[in-house]
């Protein structure tokens, strides 16, 4: 059994990603499956269903998840999809008890206040990577847009939910200057998410190993005492069936089912793995 430092069993939080509005964004993000610059041939949509998305809210709790994130494509919020984001997030607090996360790209504060009067406690906005390396992998918005996005989703008093993506074929530079800025906003949760390629996308393979990997949740780890470090996307093709290491090695949370355009582990999976290791499933946020 897993413990801490105090020796009390170790806590793992859960978190579920629902993708609400898919495909079709204008912007040229090299390492995204949903870019309508490349034919990646995934399920498009403008807007899921209410219903279905309260199906899946209730799913997540019943995996144990603690949070749940409505993700839509697309830069940021116009008036008509900042609406539906707040419709969504409102019917779901009306019948399950789970913290929602915002991932609606880059907002105002006036929008991040309309999230949080609708039920959003949490919003996530990562940023991706380094300021010097994001203009090899996405020209049409600047890295300081997400980092200002950032700033404001502290600034209306919204948890910050912020990370980036390793394997897009930064350099360790990179990789430190990302963890600099990260620290700079004091997020509640760091999602580390691990590049996965895809032959329609400019960025052709991951560029990053098992062993890195290790390496830099330990330091997100070392720099970020009480984050949640959370094993995001690409945990299962970096690490295989040993990601279980991965939280040994320091990550205290995982995405729980599916990522947005690609299949995650078996939930009920991940749950075995986890009580088989001895680690307790966090009831809340705070525990």
């Not at 009306?94 to 919003?123: H, M, P, R």
């Not at 600099?180 to 052709?204: R, T, V, W």
């Not at 996307?233 to 939280?247: N, Q, S, T, V």
């Amino acid at each position: 059994m897993e413990k801490d430092s105090k020796g009390d069993k170790k806590m793992i939080y859960l978190c579920a990603i629902s993708n609400i509005s898919s495909g079709n964004c204008s912007e040229d993000c090299k390492f995204c499956n949903q870019s309508a610059h490349y034919n990646t041939n995934i399920q498009t949509y403008k807007q899921k269903s209410i219903d279905e998305i309260i199906i899946e809210a209730k799913k997540a709790k019943q995996n144990k998840a603690v949070g749940f994130c409505l993700v839509t494509s697309g830069k940021g919020l116009n008036d008509k999809k900042l609406e539906y984001v707040c419709e969504v997030a409102f019917s779901i607090k009306k019948e399950v008890d789970i913290s929602l996360i915002g991932c609606n790209g880059t907002v105002s504060k006036e929008q991040l206040q309309e999230l949080k009067k609708a039920g959003i406690e949490n919003y996530n906005h990562n940023l991706e990577t380094s300021k010097e390396f994001y203009p090899q992998i996405c020209s049409t918005h600047t890295w300081e847009e997400r980092f200002q996005t950032c700033v404001n989703v502290k600034e209306v008093g919204l948890n910050l939910c912020v990370g980036g993506i390793l394997g897009l074929g930064e350099s360790e530079k990179d990789r430190y200057s990302m963890l600099e800025s990260i620290k700079e906003l004091n997020p509640m949760s760091i999602p580390l998410n691990f590049y996965i390629p895809n032959d329609k996308l400019p960025i052709k393979s991951t560029q990053i190993t098992k062993d890195e990997a290790f390496f830099w949740i330990k330091e997100y780890r070392e720099n970020f005492n009480d984050a949640m470090i959370m094993l995001a996307g690409g945990r299962e093709l970096i690490f295989k069936d040993k990601w279980i290491e991965a939280i040994k090695a320091g990550a205290n949370s995982i995405v729980i089912g599916d990522y947005l355009t690609t299949k995650g582990e078996k939930s009920n999976k991940d749950l075995a793995v986890l009580e088989k290791h001895g680690y307790e499933i966090a009831k809340g946020c705070n525990g």
